[in-house]
């Protein structure tokens, strides 16, 4: 590994939690292997650990842009993110209001029925989110 990846898989994993990239580690196939390594490197080593932006506003601006484009799967993961990131719930709703305004109301009430999903879920476990 590179110390970009190194730097890389400590954000992800501060950002999505240990648990989530073990298992993304551990779920690693010959084939996606070159895949994993471009989003260790570029997404989180490049981009998300860059010093320039608190992990808060690097969520809230993933979260908009995930929601904006209909992302359900990476919004979801991102949603439950929050803890790690320092964003709120507030902040979630913030960032979905500008989707309804810049990205469209459909995507934007989409993603907030979403986010309701999880926090309820999160609130039923007495976790985090």
Same mark, same amino acid.
């Given at each position: 590994?590179?110390?970009?990846?190194?730097?890389?898989?400590?954000?992800r994993r501060?950002?999505?939690g240990a648990? +989530?990239?073990?298992?993304?580690? &551990?779920?690693?196939?010959?084939?996606?292997?070159?895949?994993?390594?471009?989003?260790?490197d570029a997404?989180?080593? +490049?981009?998300?650990?860059?010093?320039?932006?608190?992990?808060?506003?690097?969520?809230?601006?993933?979260?908009?842009?995930?929601?904006?484009?209909?992302?359900? !799967?990476?919004?979801?993961?991102?949603?439950?993110?929050?803890?790690?990131?320092?964003?709120?719930?507030?902040?979630?709703?913030?960032?979905?209001?500008?989707?309804?305004?810049? &990205?469209?109301?459909?995507?934007?009430? +989409?993603?907030?029925?979403?986010?309701?999903?999880?926090?309820?879920?999160?609130?039923?476990? !007495?976790?985090? &989110?």
């Amino acid at each position: 590994m590179s110390d970009l990846s190194d730097t890389g898989t400590t954000t992800r994993r501060q950002v999505l939690g240990a648990a +989530h990239v073990a298992r993304a580690q &551990a779920a690693q196939t010959p084939f996606d292997a070159p895949f994993q390594a471009l989003i260790a490197d570029a997404a989180w080593g +490049h981009v998300w650990s860059r010093g320039t932006i608190p992990l808060r506003e690097r969520s809230m601006m993933t979260i908009a842009l995930l929601a904006g484009l209909g992302n359900d !799967g990476e919004l979801a993961l991102h949603l439950r993110s929050i803890p790690n990131t320092g964003a709120s719930r507030d902040d979630v709703l913030e960032a979905l209001l500008h989707v309804a305004i810049y &990205a469209g109301v459909p995507r934007a009430n +989409h993603a907030i029925a979403l986010a309701r999903q999880i926090f309820a879920e999160a609130d039923a476990q !007495g976790t985090p &989110a």
